[in-house]
């Protein structure tokens, strides 16, 4: 793909590496593609990082007509910068675009232009320990038509974010509240999607779970309010005497890149991965009678994180001791070690960035 490339003349100061938070700070370019119907993809450019204009009937801020997704490059100690499973994103991205009649965009031209943009702004890369570089591609309509129809422009961009950890708990358990009054999701609606409107929808019952001093929100189905889904913005997983017990995908849940990656994983160490439906009775029950041995959630943004304590109707049950497992901490360690460089990638992960 061709890209036009116009360099920022007035570069940013970088922020403190070591007080990063997350999604707080952006690099100097960014990269735009347009897509017109009947022409395609065109117009592929990396430009300085600024506002967007749009009209203000641009279909996107009236109908929500967007997706995102998210994914991660890391600075590696051989020097090199390396991103993890980028045509995962890409493929999954399509997906969205499939279920929001938007238009797909190869996979080797995500990847591609991405890597371009990353070698403008290598120096954005941050170097310490648990840091790297959040990259944000999104598509959108800006048409303008207050019409609800199927628009014939969108565009194609992405932002990078140096980052720290997700959460502020790091790496230490967090606590979760069972949400059981909103739902997130539907069979046959666009839960499987990264789109925003499923993370809007969430933030009534993360602001609940935050008033009652909780990190997160566990959702369960939007039918029967019973069987267990997503945690927060990650898929979730439990060790259950021996057993590693993860929700089945469908219409309502996220098939995540970390997600997929754990499974792999643990099935490569011998324990037993098992992808059905579990309720929120048969997790309590597991907890209280001491079987629930570990839970934690996956996803990009914190990679690994461990879970605590549960609270659901006023009743608190905590996860054996309350301390990160083995198998999360091994996780953890394997996950961050691949794509950090660290240890050697077996599956063909790691996609140098070059």
Known sequence: MDIQITKNTNP???PDWNNLGFGDYFSDHMLMIEYTTGKG???????????????????????AVEIFEGLKAYACPDGKVRMFRPHSNAAR???SAARFCMPALPEDDFVD??????KIDEDWIPK?????????PFMYSDQSNVGVRIPDYFKFMVILSPVGAYYPEGL????????????RAAKGGAGFTKCGGNYAVSLIAQKKAKDLGFTQVLWLDGVERKYIEEVGTMNVMFKIKGEVITPELGDSILPG?????????????????TERKLSIDELFEAAKNGDLEEAFGTGTAAVIS?????????????VQDGNIGPVSQRLYDTLTGIQWGKIPDPYGWTYEVK
Not at 42 to 50: S, T, Y
Request: with cysteine; hydrophobic share 40%; charged share 25%.
């Open 257 to 273: 890149v970390t997600r997929d990656s754990c499974i792999r994983l643990l099935r490569s160490w011998g324990l037993t991965v």
């Open 41 to 63: 993809w065109h117009d592929a450019r990396i430009i300085p990082f600024g506002p967007v204009s749009m009209d203000p009937s641009a279909m996107v801020l009236h109908y």
């Open 12 to 14: 940013k100061a970088k």
């Open 93 to 95: 991205l399509n997906r």
């Open 306 to 318: 461990p879970i605590g304590l549960f609270s659901i109707h006023g009743e608190k049950l905590q």
């Open 128 to 136: 310490e320990d648990g840091t790297s570089l959040y990259i944000r």
């Open 172 to 183: 230490n358990p967090v606590k979760i509240y069972v949400e059981d009054e909103y739902v």
């Open 113 to 118: 232009s991405i890597c371009r943009l990353i």
